[in-house]
């Protein structure tokens, strides 16, 4: 597109300079005629100069072609330029009439003052080649000026007439090269010849138009561009333009002087051969050249197109799902080699042959490949390929239609992509989401039987003890007693402990539902609840100001309730426990910590804080043992972590995690 | 409100142990009691309508409601009871082990006229029973009969 761009802006150019030569030679000529130095109308002393009417004209056509390049024009100003081509193409046909007919006008000497006598009446009237060129180039111009833009056809109709201009032109031209008279016989009639000034102006002008009419327009169109058929033209033309004009000029000029005719003759032919063969050898040569480097470059483009479809080809290979092309008929015509492993066929036995029949249901993927050909696509169509031992694989289809240059629909080109371990995950997964829904049922059905079938002998055991211990404790000796009181203080613990198990199974099972809460009113009612205890111990709890979060109010009232709690009780006896809680951001989470200065925690047992009934204190600390257990649980709800820091004497700290 | 003839309690509750321990407990009390035992939920439905051989037995003042037992549950017995036009009068008392949110719940939607659980301590559970006889036979006005 550079070099079109580029060819365009040269064309412009050119069409621009000839305009201007044309129109200089008409002013020049004006000038002459004004000043009374015709020889600049003339150009040489014995030619003929070149009238008024046709300057004044030639003046106009060229800053007409001027305005035609530049397009600066609207509506009007096509209106006007058509008016006034109009008003001189009548002039010229006028003038032809007046001439060359009985019907005599004389408008010239109505219109043009001519300052200076003219001697001879030849050499004052207008050529009627130049009339016949004016008339030309007028209608070439109504073509240019009225045309909508895509009418090409006619503007070509303009570059032809145009042309026709250019070839009478050049015959005047030539004939000036062999010194042409001012007059002329034509069919027994006198006629003017085209004064040289004339020649040149509509030369050029005529170059001008067919090089603003474009490229892409005939005749110039032929010349123009990398093909070879424009490119030999561009050489031969101007080649055998100047051959012959040399060789008419020598014919004319030279020769006249050396009679022999036979010398004449043998020089003419021996210059012709030698001059035809320098010509036909440079085409040749350059021919041969052109053709030479053609074929290098198609060479060269058959490696790069070789590289490039086994490229092609590698990555069709490559691919780990099976792509297979279908013409219409819905026969394969290409495979990879993912589709052989797939179908466990080699590729010779596919191509060819149906593609629906690969599948456990041929129907459906007929169904399938024609939906491709109406629709021009298809997404994700789940068919089953079945392969030559039997093998079922899963498989969703992509796949899109093909076309060929023309656009025609040519074939389907199709993607599988074996879903099977995919579609084997996905049951996994439900099966393991209806596992899990049954071990929730059955861990809610525990709760029932712990907060319930689990105390009911408990309840009788202790009750029954006491019953005895009642009815004959004067009886009993001070032992039985003292088996009583271990066996019922350990059905208490029994009792406890069944507690704890059933809180631990209700954080999933019965926790309600999250929502955004501020922990300071948590914090707070968890120390609510712990108000004997905390005037019992003389507790001091405190705490910073804390964020509001998305979280289960109550299990987390019950996790901050279970640490305070514990601080309180595993304090230093002869100190007052001081407990405090804070809060701190880090990487996209809350980090709360409750420290204590109680009796500390020896770190190396600190796995087994968080297991359920392990206690790591002697029987003088009551408890369950399933607290910390509770609140690991509570904080993976809430989908944190928990841990400790400890140092035995000191006092610990519990750290818990909550995303934001 | 004094009883002048003994005092109808029907108890609906499986275990013997339980059974026992509330006769036991009602010993210690001053009020006369007769005390009826329907060992599960069919027993204690044929008692109140007075079926095969309950024919002759008295409508009980109250009943002490286990809630769970075989074969018919306390639930159920609960529900025909007080949608029964002619026992729907009678003070039902759960009395049970469980404490289940919804076994709470489900009693008082059923028109339960209390729920109490039953304590692990002996002393606690003699003093429970005390006090279901006191509150129900002395202070509670009863309907007539």
Same mark, same amino acid.
């Given at each position: 597109?550079?070099?079109?761009?580029?060819? /365009?802006?040269?064309?412009?150019?050119?069409?621009?300079? $000839?305009?201007?030569?044309?129109?200089?030679?008409?002013?020049?000529?004006?000038?002459?005629? #004004?000043?009374?130095?015709?020889?600049? !109308?003339?150009?040489?002393?014995?030619?003929?100069?070149?009238?008024?009417?046709?300057?004044?004209?030639?003046?106009?056509?060229?800053?007409?072609?001027?305005?035609?390049?530049?397009? +600066?024009?609207?509506?009007?100003?096509?209106?006007?330029?058509?008016?006034?081509? #109009?008003?001189?193409?009548?002039?010229?046909?006028?003038?032809?009439?007046?001439?060359?007919?009985?019907?005599?006008?004389?408008?010239?000497?109505?219109?043009?003052?001519?300052?200076?006598?003219?001697?001879?009446?030849?050499?004052?009237?207008?050529?009627?080649?130049?009339?016949?060129?004016?008339?030309?180039?007028?209608?070439?111009?109504?073509?240019?000026?009225?045309?909508?833009? /895509?009418?090409?056809?006619?503007?070509?109709?303009?570059?032809?007439?145009?042309?026709?201009?250019?070839?009478?032109?050049?015959?005047?031209?030539?004939?000036?090269?062999?010194?042409?008279?001012?007059?002329?016989?034509?069919?027994?009639?006198?006629?003017?010849?085209? !004064?040289?000034?004339?020649?040149?102006?509509?030369?050029?002008?005529?170059?001008?138009?067919?090089?603003?009419?474009?490229?892409?327009?005939?005749?110039?169109?032929?010349?123009?561009?990398?093909?070879?058929?424009?490119?030999?033209?561009?050489?031969?033309?101007?080649?055998?333009?100047?051959?012959?004009?040399?060789?008419?000029?020598?014919?004319?000029?030279?020769?006249?002087?050396?009679?022999?005719?036979?010398?004449?003759?043998?020089?003419?032919?021996?210059?012709?051969?030698?001059?035809?063969?320098?010509?036909?050898?440079?085409?040749?040569?350059?021919?041969?050249?052109?053709?030479?480097?053609?074929?290098?470059?198609?060479?060269?483009?058959?490696?790069?197109?070789?590289?490039?479809?086994?490229?092609?080809?590698?990555?069709?290979?490559?691919?780990?799902?099976?792509?297979?092309?279908?013409?219409?008929?819905?026969?394969?015509?290409?495979?990879?080699?993912?589709?052989?492993?797939? &179908?466990?066929? +080699?590729?010779?036995?596919?191509?060819?042959?149906?593609?629906?029949?690969?599948?456990?249901?041929?129907?459906?993927?007929?169904?399938?490949?024609?939906?491709?050909?109406?629709?021009?696509?298809?997404?994700?169509?789940?068919?089953?390929?079945?392969?030559?031992?039997?093998?079922?694989?899963?498989?969703?289809?992509?796949?899109?239609?093909?076309?060929?240059?023309?656009? !025609?629909?040519?074939?389907?080109?199709?993607?599988?992509?074996?879903?099977?371990?995919?579609?084997?995950?996905?049951?996994?997964?439900?099966?393991?989401?209806?596992?899990?829904?049954?071990?929730?049922?059955?861990?809610?059905?525990?709760?029932?039987?712990?907060?319930?079938?689990?105390?009911?002998?408990?309840?009788?055991?202790?009750?029954?003890?006491?019953?005895?211990?009642?009815?004959?404790?004067?009886?009993?000796?001070?032992?039985?007693?003292?088996?009583?009181?271990?066996?019922?203080?350990?059905?208490?613990?029994?009792?406890?402990?069944?507690?704890?198990?059933?809180?631990?199974?209700?954080?999933?099972?019965?926790?309600?539902?999250?929502?955004?809460?501020?922990? /300071?009113?948590?914090?707070?009612? !968890? *120390?609510?609840?712990? &108000?004997?205890?905390?005037?019992?111990?003389?507790?001091?709890?405190?705490?910073?100001?804390?964020?509001? #979060?998305?979280?289960?109010?109550?299990?987390?009232?019950?996790?901050?309730?279970?640490?305070?709690?514990?601080?309180?009780?595993?304090?230093?006896?002869?100190?007052?426990?001081?407990?405090?809680?804070?809060?701190?951001?880090?990487?996209?989470?809350?980090?709360?910590?409750?420290?204590?200065?109680?009796?500390?925690?020896?770190?190396?047992?600190?796995?087994?804080?968080?297991?359920?009934?392990?206690?790591?204190?002697?029987?003088?600390?009551?408890?369950?043992?399933?607290?910390?257990?509770? $609140?690991?649980?509570?904080?993976?709800?809430?989908?944190?972590?928990?841990?400790?820091?400890?140092?035995?004497?000191?006092?610990?700290?519990?750290?818990?995690? *909550? +995303?934001? | 409100?004094?009883?002048?003839?003994?005092?109808?309690?029907?108890?609906?509750?499986?275990?013997?142990?339980?059974?026992?321990?509330?006769?036991?407990?009602?010993?210690?009390?001053?009020?006369?009691?007769?005390?009826?035992?329907?060992?599960?939920?069919?027993?204690?439905?044929?008692?109140?309508?007075?079926?095969?051989?309950?024919?002759?037995?008295?409508?009980?003042?109250?009943?002490?409601?286990?809630?769970?037992?075989?074969?018919?549950?306390?639930?159920?017995?609960?529900?025909?009871?007080?949608?029964?036009?002619?026992?729907?009068?009678?003070?039902?008392?759960?009395?049970?082990?469980?404490?289940?949110?919804?076994?709470?719940?489900?009693?008082?939607?059923?028109?339960?006229?209390?729920?109490?659980?039953?304590?692990?301590?002996?002393?606690?559970?003699?003093?429970?029973?005390?006090?279901?006889?006191?509150?129900?036979?002395?202070?509670?006005?009863?309907?007539?009969?």
């Amino acid at each position: 597109m550079g070099t079109d761009l580029e060819t /365009n802006r040269r064309l412009r150019s050119f069409s621009t300079g $000839c305009a201007i030569l044309s129109a200089i030679i008409s002013v020049l000529a004006i000038l002459g005629w #004004l000043t009374n130095n015709l020889i600049l !109308a003339q150009f040489g002393p014995s030619y003929k100069p070149m009238p008024l009417f046709p300057s004044y004209t030639y003046l106009f056509l060229s800053v007409t072609l001027l305005i035609y390049i530049y397009r +600066p024009f609207n509506d009007l100003m096509v209106l006007l330029i058509k008016i006034a081509l #109009l008003f001189v193409l009548g002039l010229s046909i006028l003038i032809l009439l007046n001439d060359y007919t009985d019907f005599h006008l004389e408008l010239e000497h109505y219109l043009l003052h001519y300052p200076i006598p003219l001697n001879v009446t030849g050499e004052s009237r207008v050529s009627p080649l130049t009339l016949v060129k004016f008339i030309l180039i007028i209608f070439a111009y109504l073509f240019m000026f009225s045309l909508k833009p /895509n009418a090409l056809k006619n503007i070509s109709i303009a570059a032809w007439l145009s042309f026709i201009v250019l070839i009478l032109a050049s015959i005047n031209l030539t004939g000036y090269l062999y010194s042409a008279p001012m007059n002329v016989y034509l069919g027994g009639s006198q006629i003017t010849t085209t !004064a040289i000034t004339s020649s040149l102006a509509s030369f050029f002008l005529s170059l001008g138009i067919i090089a603003a009419i474009g490229k892409d327009h005939r005749p110039l169109s032929a010349f123009i561009g990398p093909s070879l058929f424009a490119r030999l033209m561009r050489l031969i033309l101007p080649v055998i333009i100047i051959f012959f004009i040399i060789n008419n000029w020598i014919n004319v000029n030279v020769f006249p002087h050396y009679t022999e005719y036979a010398i004449t003759s043998g020089i003419m032919s021996m210059l012709s051969i030698v001059l035809i063969n320098l010509a036909i050898t440079k085409i040749s040569s350059k021919v041969s050249k052109d053709l030479e480097s053609a074929h290098l470059e198609t060479l060269k483009t058959k490696e790069k197109l070789q590289d490039a479809l086994s490229y092609n080809r590698s990555l069709i290979e490559a691919s780990l799902d099976p792509l297979v092309t279908i013409n219409i008929k819905g026969k394969i015509t290409d495979v990879n080699l993912a589709t052989e492993l797939a &179908t466990g066929l +080699p590729r010779e036995q596919l191509i060819g042959s149906d593609f629906s029949k690969y599948f456990t249901d041929p129907e459906h993927a007929d169904k399938g490949y024609k939906e491709v050909f109406s629709k021009g696509f298809v997404t994700d169509y789940a068919l089953t390929l079945q392969s030559a031992s039997g093998e079922k694989k899963d498989v969703l289809y992509n796949a899109v239609v093909y076309k060929d240059k023309n656009g !025609a629909i040519s074939g389907v080109f199709a993607a599988a992509r074996d879903i099977t371990e995919q579609n084997k995950a996905e049951m996994a997964a439900k099966k393991y989401a209806m596992d899990l829904e049954r071990s929730n049922q059955e861990l809610k059905q525990f709760a029932y039987i712990a907060s319930h079938d689990l105390q009911e002998p408990l309840r009788v055991i202790t009750s029954y003890l006491q019953l005895i211990e009642r009815r004959y404790k004067d009886h009993l000796d001070q032992d039985a007693n003292d088996f009583i009181k271990f066996a019922v203080d350990a059905a208490a613990r029994l009792q406890n402990m069944i507690n704890g198990l059933l809180s631990y199974s209700r954080v999933e099972t019965q926790g309600s539902s999250f929502a955004m809460m501020d922990l /300071n009113n948590v914090v707070q009612e !968890a *120390i609510d609840n712990l &108000t004997v205890v905390i005037e019992e111990t003389k507790a001091l709890i405190t705490y910073d100001h804390l964020p509001t #979060l998305f979280i289960d109010a109550s299990q987390m009232a019950n996790v901050f309730q279970n640490l305070i709690s514990n601080s309180i009780k595993f304090h230093k006896p002869d100190q007052q426990p001081i407990i405090h809680i804070s809060a701190e951001k880090k990487d996209g989470e809350w980090v709360f910590s409750v420290n204590d200065n109680g009796i500390g925690i020896d770190l190396k047992y600190k796995h087994k804080l968080f297991i359920i009934f392990k206690r790591l204190v002697g029987a003088e600390y009551t408890g369950s043992g399933i607290g910390l257990v509770v $609140c690991k649980r509570i904080i993976e709800r809430h989908k944190g972590r928990i841990w400790v820091d400890s140092e035995v004497g000191k006092g610990s700290t519990f750290y818990f995690t *909550i +995303p934001e | 409100m004094d009883f002048i003839r003994p005092i109808e309690i029907l108890l609906v509750e499986d275990s013997p142990a339980d059974i026992r321990l509330t006769e036991e407990a009602l010993k210690e009390n001053k009020l006369k009691v007769n005390l009826h035992i329907a060992h599960d939920g069919v027993e204690a439905m044929e008692f109140l309508n007075k079926e095969n051989k309950y024919a002759d037995m008295p409508k009980p003042d109250l009943i002490l409601l286990d809630l769970n037992m075989p074969r018919k549950d306390g639930r159920e017995v609960l529900k025909e009871v007080k949608e029964s036009p002619l026992l729907s009068t009678i003070p039902v008392v759960i009395l049970t082990i469980s404490k289940a949110e919804e076994d709470i719940l489900l009693s008082y939607k059923y028109h339960a006229n209390c729920y109490i659980r039953k304590p692990l301590d002996l002393s606690q559970f003699i003093d429970v029973v005390k006090k279901i006889e006191s509150f129900w036979f002395t202070i509670v006005t009863l309907p007539p009969k």
